[in-house]
């Protein structure tokens, strides 16, 4: 039975897993506990000039060597088309292969995209995951983060999970720094250069309402 704690992240995209919980899944690192993460496509209708090998290959990359920025033990890629995840998490068998990573690394936390994010992907991955919950009869403790929504709006009563981040908020801005096919000013996708700052934003604002220098906010779903 394996008695070493372990956090699972799973993100629609490479990158959500570090714009959402990036600088609390350092924090975990330096702990001790395990990371892992699960990420569903690859994101290869980001550059749709080039073949999707080839950015599948890049992102791929880029993903490991954030992972490895923040102290992750690994990355799994389900390989689902964006915009097609709800169709092939089933007829590809990638609910199969979730749930052996979970029964694997028996997380005692688990991250996901919030209901509410403004990017379908997102939205997606939480749906997916809920309509799974019961059926993989978990016990971990589930909490969602925020990528594309610029501020939390949204009034929530659910409990939250604020984690102080102030010493582990340079590993994220470096891990975010791998992912330049992403933050090239000169690529047709110039959003995740806005994602930056809204991202250094919201942990300054958080961190002041929590009192440090840089906080990360999650609210439970399960
Ligand atoms: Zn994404």
């Given amino acids: 039975m394996k008695t070493?704690?372990?956090?699972?992240?799973?993100?629609?995209?490479p990158d959500d897993e570090i714009f959402g919980p990036g600088a609390t899944i350092a924090r975990y690192a330096e702990e001790g506990i395990d990371?892992?993460?699960?990420?569903?496509?690859?994101?290869?209708?980001?550059?749709?000039h080039f073949k999707p090998e080839e950015?599948?290959?890049?992102?791929?990359?880029?993903?490991?060597?954030?992972?490895?920025?923040?102290?992750?033990?690994?990355?799994?890629?389900?390989?689902?088309?964006?915009?097609?995840?709800?169709?092939?998490?089933?007829?590809?068998?990638a609910y199969k292969k979730v749930e052996e990573i979970i029964k694997r690394h028996n997380p005692e936390k688990i991250f996901i995209h919030s209901q509410d994010d403004v990017h379908h992907d997102h939205r997606a991955v939480n749906k997916i995951f809920i309509e799974n919950y019961e059926r993989m009869s978990l016990n971990?403790?589930?909490?969602?983060?925020n990528v594309s929504n610029?501020?939390?709006?949204?009034?929530?009563?659910?409990?939250r999970l604020v984690i102080n981040t102030s010493k582990t908020f340079h590993k994220k801005i470096n891990a975010l720094k791998c992912f330049r096919s992403q933050i090239n000013p000169l690529s047709y996708v110039f959003t995740n250069n806005i994602l930056f700052i809204v991202t250094y934003i919201k942990s300054v604002i958080n961190g002041?309402?929590?009192?440090?220098?840089?906080s990360e906010v999650f609210f439970r779903l399960k």
């Fill in 140 to 145: 971990a403790q589930v909490y969602t983060f």
């Fill in 35 to 48: 990371v892992y993460t699960v990420v569903f496509s690859y994101g290869e209708m980001s550059h749709p």
């Fill in 208 to 214: 002041m309402k929590y009192g440090c220098k840089h």
């Fill in 55 to 93: 950015i599948m290959k890049i992102r791929k990359r880029e993903s490991e060597r954030a992972n490895s920025i923040i102290g992750g033990k690994k990355v799994y890629f389900l390989g689902l088309k964006e915009t097609r995840f709800e169709k092939e998490f089933y007829e590809k068998g």
């Fill in 4 to 13: 070493k704690k372990s956090v699972l992240v799973i993100a629609a995209h």
């Fill in 150 to 159: 610029i501020l939390d709006i949204k009034k929530r009563n659910r409990p």
